[in-house]
């Protein structure tokens, strides 16, 4: 409903509106990696279908009032991001290490860990976001690091980054988690001149560091009540 209100205000006015949508439309690919002509593999009803079903569906929308209305549209499909500022407990799988570890509890890892994800760091997003609204091309375009991690590989990135001794806590998996998530940035390379330029092990001490000041700041801030 959201979408479909601000394409509204975006035809009455004139404006260019972005979409910024997700790589979960790709669901639990059969293609590895994904490009923009996918088109996924998502179950309808299962547990995750809300958010997933939600981005295509905001998809459909963007592209309707594109092609029926005039709209000028950009949609960018994101993949996990991370970096400075994000909340503290958002569930997200970076988020989540990088707390754990700074208050000294374990990893969780669901599943056997062997699944991929692929980390870009948040400066390249917005870089790849301002791209694509200066550019002239509709999208989709995947905006992602196509560095490809296990979860066991981050839970190892974030140990080597806060603490050596952290250790690994192992929990069922959700239902209708992707194996596989690594973005094919050809088309955003060729048409947009755009790719990323910071890897995991560079992005995440700066994430680190903000998570620390804040998780500190908070337990003193515990402390004194």
Same mark, same amino acid.
């Given at each position: 409903?959201?979408?479909?209100?601000?394409?509204?205000?975006?035809?009455?006015? #004139?404006? !260019?509106?972005? +979409?910024?949508?997700?790589?979960? &439309?790709?669901?639990?690919?059969?293609?590895?990696?994904? $490009?923009?002509?996918?088109?996924?593999?998502?179950?309808?009803?299962?547990?995750?279908?809300?958010?997933?079903?939600?981005?295509?569906?905001?998809?459909?929308?963007?592209?309707?009032?594109?092609?029926?209305?005039?709209?000028?549209?950009?949609?960018?499909?994101?993949?996990?991001?991370? #970096?400075? !500022?994000?909340? +503290?407990?958002?569930?997200?799988? &970076?988020?989540?290490?990088?707390?754990?570890?700074?208050? $000294?509890?374990?990893?969780?890892?669901?599943?056997?860990?062997?699944?991929?994800?692929?980390?870009?760091?948040?400066?390249?997003?917005?870089?790849?976001?301002?791209?694509?609204?200066?550019?002239?091309?509709?999208?989709?375009?995947?905006?992602?690091?196509?560095?490809?991690?296990?979860?066991?590989?981050?839970?190892?990135?974030?140990?080597e980054t806060i603490d050596s001794s952290a250790t690994i806590e192992y929990r069922a998996n959700t239902a209708d988690d992707p194996h596989m998530?690594?973005?094919?940035?050809?088309?955003?390379?060729?048409?947009?001149?755009?790719?990323?330029?910071?890897?995991?092990?560079?992005?995440?001490?700066?994430?680190?560091?903000?998570?620390?000041?804040?998780?500190?700041?908070?337990?003193?801030?515990?402390?004194?009540?």
């Open positions: 409903m959201g979408t479909l209100n601000m394409l509204g205000l975006a035809k009455r006015i #004139g404006a !260019r509106f972005l +979409l910024t949508s997700t790589s979960e &439309v790709y669901g639990d690919p059969l293609e590895h990696p994904q $490009k923009e002509t996918y088109w996924g593999n998502v179950n309808p009803i299962g547990e995750r279908s809300c958010y997933d079903e939600g981005k295509r569906t905001a998809e459909t929308l963007t592209m309707d009032y594109h092609r029926g209305a005039g709209v000028e549209v950009r949609i960018a499909r994101i993949f996990n991001t991370y #970096g400075p !500022r994000m909340c +503290l407990d958002d569930g997200r799988v &970076v988020s989540n290490f990088v707390a754990q570890a700074i208050r $000294k509890q374990p990893l969780t890892v669901y599943g056997d860990g062997k699944q991929t994800r692929s980390f870009q760091y948040v400066s390249d997003l917005v870089n790849g976001l301002a791209a694509l609204m200066d550019g002239e091309h509709v999208g989709p375009f995947n905006l992602g690091n196509p560095g490809e991690f296990t979860m066991l590989e981050l839970a190892q990135v974030v140990k998530r690594k973005p094919d940035i050809s088309k955003a390379k060729e048409l947009l001149n755009w790719e990323p330029e910071v890897p995991l092990r560079e992005g995440l001490p700066l994430m680190v560091s903000d998570f620390r000041n804040r998780i500190l700041n908070e337990d003193e801030g515990k402390g004194m009540k």
